[in-house]
């Protein structure tokens, strides 16, 4: 089997490269840590690479998130699109005449074709391929047709052999074979002329001299299109090393999903994690001491971790252990004055104390008061009782299906400001005709653990999504949870009412 180097790679760089479409996730630290600690073993680089193609997605807010996050953790890189680098830039957004170039080579060379098939032809194709059971992916009907009609949209789709298989080796499961008769003829440029991720994705690799992509192992049947597009480039392609996938500790070990676990790195810094103890958790899951102890160090980890030695069992996520472990940082590695500082840069420092004192002075009678009703702005989850979920004249199944659509709107929200947040609930409260006195009353209960508080939207604005987001869902499973059923089902009704494609 061949090892994790190769005889030609003069020198290790690796990269991580997150999509700007959302909250940090932890899923993004997991294998910036691994790759981190395999640059730092071998004298290599860590790149940084923003992959925000989707163009109806991606965000500046997402991306800085990221890079805090990241950096918050200690996680940092030597090339980024913030540190620069001889590579640069590193947005793909910002290299589209690179990929243009390529495509019109493989255009060239007669390894891809100009694709015009309309949105309802290729509608009606997978519909008649479900109904006969056939492969589902594209009927391949403009590969053989030449066309020069300028003016049409098109996209541009690579060629996959008919026939044959494809042969990849991975780092920890040797060699993978996938039919090609099982793969589509992979889009590389959409009609908007951004690329898609594969065609990218590849292309930036090569670029930057990537010698080594460590990732999720979600990526895995992908790779015979990028194996093929380094082969049409003539191109070496890396070292690959597919990371098992972070799993619930649930009864199933199932994918890691924010709709069981806060999977924000937001999240966790603001419920008051420390970043030590975070990146120790994820480094548990790739490397463990001999004697058995739990707690080190970064650098420690790099020190010891070996890639060929990763476990292919999914690591579970237990929030359980990381706050064990996040308690022996608190007890252990931190005196008096030492916590009362990290308490305050926390969250008892000037600026988030200043903003709380608007929302509660009105309801303040004596200081004293300032204790029980302020308390759920430094907590990550609120002591509730099913009791007091109410919602006047619905039975707790209505609540969870109206806390549930809140959740939804409120994770597609561009900014999570007060005034976002009330144009959300009064929505709710027109288009499900419950008067929004009513409405709002089991939300101050979820958010806060009472029924009367500081005003509701700038608290919750105040709170941030990831909290939000966490104590609706505590709310939501309080009150019995949905099923898989019910949530496609509500999912349904939830579109048709939203409009939500």
Request: with cysteine; aromatic share 10%; glycine share 6%.
């Amino acid at each position: 089997m061949r090892g994790v180097m190769t005889a030609s790679a003069s020198k290790v760089r690796v990269r991580v490269a997150p999509s700007p479409t959302g909250d940090p996730h932890v899923g993004t630290a997991y294998q910036a840590l691994f790759n981190l600690a395999f640059a730092r073993q071998h004298d290599g680089q860590f790149i940084l690479r923003i992959e925000d193609t989707d163009q109806a997605r991606s965000t500046r807010e997402s991306e800085q998130m990221i890079l805090d996050s990241l950096r918050w953790l200690g996680l940092t890189w030597d090339e980024g699109p913030d540190v620069s680098g001889p590579h640069a830039p590193y947005r793909q957004s910002e290299r589209l005449p690179i990929y243009k170039e390529h495509v019109d080579r493989l255009l060239a060379d007669g390894h891809a074709y100009r694709c015009y098939c309309t949105k309802e032809r290729l509608e009606a194709m997978r519909a008649e391929h479900r109904d006969q059971k056939l492969f589902p992916g594209y009927d391949r009907h403009c590969r053989d047709i030449a066309r020069d009609d300028s003016d049409e949209r098109f996209v541009v789709r690579m060629k996959i052999p008919i026939e044959g298989q494809s042969v990849m080796h991975d780092v920890l499961r040797g060699d993978i074979r996938k039919d090609w008769a099982s793969i589509d003829d992979q889009i590389v440029m959409k009609s908007d002329g951004f690329p898609t991720y594969h065609l990218a994705n590849v292309v930036d690799d090569h670029l930057m001299e990537i010698s080594h992509v460590i990732r999720g192992e979600e990526w895995i049947n992908s790779v015979p299109k990028h194996l093929k597009l380094y082969e049409y480039f003539g191109w070496e392609p890396p070292v690959f090393c597919h990371l098992p996938l972070l799993r619930n500790n649930d009864a199933n070990k199932s994918k890691l999903s924010k709709r069981k676990n806060p999977t924000s790195i937001n999240y966790y810094r603001r419920a008051g994690f420390l970043p030590e103890a975070i990146v120790n958790f994820m480094g548990m899951m790739g490397w463990t001491r001999a004697e058995g102890e739990e707690k080190f160090s970064l650098a420690e980890f790099i020190e010891n971790f070996d890639i060929e030695k990763l476990s292919l069992s999914g690591p579970v996520f237990d929030v359980d252990k990381l706050r064990w472990l996040n308690a022996r940082y608190i007890r252990e590695d931190y005196d008096g004055p030492a916590l009362l500082k990290l308490l305050q840069d926390w969250a008892l420092g000037a600026d988030y104390l200043g903003k709380i004192v608007p929302l509660a002075q009105p309801r303040l009678e004596t200081l004293a008061d300032w204790g029980f009703l302020t308390a759920f702005f430094f907590a990550d989850r609120v002591p509730i009782q099913a009791d007091d979920l109410i919602l006047k004249g619905k039975e707790p199944a209505d609540l969870v299906r109206v806390l549930q659509m809140a959740i939804w709107l409120f994770e597609a929200l561009p900014n999570f400001s007060e005034g976002a947040i009330e144009g959300v609930l009064r929505s709710l409260s027109e288009k499900l005709d419950i008067k929004l006195r009513d409405l709002t009353r089991p939300f101050y209960v979820a958010l806060t653990g009472s029924k009367a508080s500081t005003p509701l939207f700038g608290s919750m604005a105040l709170l941030g999504l990831d909290l939000t987001r966490v104590r609706l869902r505590q709310a939501v499973e309080l009150l019995g949870g949905l099923s898989a059923k019910k949530t496609k089902a509500l999912e349904k009704e939830y579109r048709a009412i939203f409009g939500e494609e």
